[in-house]
């Protein structure tokens, strides 16, 4: 399954093997229930001068819930500004053409500012060859009459059970749920003929996030927002550009048998024009000891520098360790 509103992929299996898998006609079925979901979240006409408000309450790295603000004012030419506050996080971005200009702390918002950034603007989700659909089935979500999806994505052992269900009566995604993951889009409104949720729910593991969304379409481009403080950091777009790549990386030693449980620490890392990690932190905390285990064992890993325009320069990527029985 993958989705722009949540950025959820997974590598595919074989055509062949899917083909083999399910009900040519039930994933035909599927496929245009998708796709006609796709197509009403779309804006139609423009270009358009845009400002989408998402106001959401969201799980902190303490485990307490905090509220937030994350704003984006989109020009008709491209421009981009965002504007993001959680907690004690406040930062802000520009980009116009190849220019860019960004606050400090824009490349580290906390876990609940990737999630936010990554459901505004929301888009409808797809199948794809790791996807095997099970069954269609008539049903209601939320209140409203739909018809559900049941698949499951396979990546080479592992099975994970999903759902989608679509609105009957207009088309659009209601839910998606992929293994522990869960999307949930209600209070829909229409701009520009598309059809947007105006609340979004998200949920995996003991995170939640909850969004109420506002979107205006503007007469102009409000100029102003688009004027860079002199204290910002600026810089300029990668023509060509390539992340960092692992060059040693190691994990963990596994304990317990081989089908022990697994607890896995996402950090973000800085990644300097060297290749080493200057600075780590945890994105979302799994337990204190293995958090500060994580860190330090990150602090050794190695890099074949990321390029911007083919020089080496400091890229901010994720890491996960895996910890095995423990």
């Given at each position: 399954?993958?989705?722009?509103?949540?950025?959820?992929?997974?590598?595919?299996?074989?055509?062949?093997?899917?083909?083999?898998?399910?009900?040519?006609?039930?994933?035909?079925?599927?496929?245009?229930?998708?796709?006609?979901?796709?197509?009403?979240?779309?804006?139609?006409?423009?270009?358009?001068?845009?400002?989408?408000?998402?106001?959401?309450?969201?799980?902190?790295?303490?485990?307490?819930?905090?509220?937030?603000?994350?704003?984006?004012?989109?020009?008709?030419?491209?421009?981009?500004?965002?504007?993001?506050?959680?907690?004690?996080?406040?930062?802000?971005?520009?980009?116009?053409?190849?220019?860019?200009?960004?606050?400090?702390?824009?490349?580290?918002?906390?876990?609940?500012?990737?999630?936010?950034?990554?459901?505004?603007?929301?888009?409808?989700?797809?199948?794809?060859?790791?996807?095997?659909?099970?069954?269609?089935?008539?049903?209601?979500?939320?209140?409203?009459?739909?018809?559900?999806?049941?698949?499951?994505?396979?990546?080479?052992?592992?099975?994970?059970?999903?759902?989608?269900?679509?609105?009957?009566?207009?088309?659009?995604?209601?839910?998606?749920?992929?293994?522990?993951?869960?999307?949930?889009?209600?209070?829909?409104?229409?701009?520009k003929s598309a059809l947007i949720p105006a609340q979004t729910v998200y949920r995996e593991g003991n995170f939640s996030l909850d969004a109420d969304l506002t979107m205006t379409a503007l007469d102009e481009k409000p100029e102003d927002a688009f004027v860079v403080p002199s204290e910002w950091t600026q810089g300029t777009m990668c023509h060509q550009f390539q992340f960092p790549v692992a060059k040693s990386a190691p994990q963990p030693r596994g304990e317990g048998a081989p089908d022990a449980p697994i607890t896995s620490v996402t950090l973000r890392l800085h990644v300097n024009a060297q290749g080493t990690v200057s600075s780590a932190n945890v994105l979302k905390q799994a337990r204190p000891d293995l958090d500060a285990e994580a860190e330090k064992l990150v602090m050794t890993w190695i890099y074949e520098p990321g390029t911007c325009n083919g020089h080496p320069q400091e890229y901010v990527i994720n890491g996960t360790v895996h910890f095995q029985g423990r």
């Open positions: 399954m993958k989705s722009a509103v949540a950025c959820l992929s997974v590598f595919g299996l074989a055509a062949a093997m899917m083909a083999e898998a399910e009900d040519v006609q039930l994933r035909n079925q599927a496929v245009a229930l998708m796709n006609r979901a796709r197509v009403v979240s779309q804006i139609q006409g423009g270009p358009y001068n845009f400002r989408t408000e998402a106001i959401f309450t969201a799980t902190a790295s303490d485990g307490s819930l905090q509220s937030g603000t994350y704003t984006r004012v989109r020009g008709s030419d491209g421009a981009l500004r965002e504007d993001l506050r959680f907690g004690d996080y406040s930062a802000s971005s520009i980009s116009q053409g190849v220019q860019r200009a960004w606050t400090n702390g824009w490349n580290d918002p906390p876990f609940a500012g990737v999630r936010i950034r990554q459901l505004v603007p929301y888009n409808s989700a797809m199948f794809d060859a790791s996807d095997v659909i099970q069954e269609i089935k008539s049903s209601s979500y939320g209140g409203r009459q739909a018809f559900c999806i049941e698949f499951e994505t396979i990546v080479g052992e592992q099975r994970l059970p999903g759902e989608i269900c679509v609105d009957k009566a207009n088309g659009s995604m209601l839910e998606l749920r992929s293994g522990s993951k869960l999307w949930e889009y209600s209070k829909f409104f229409s701009i």
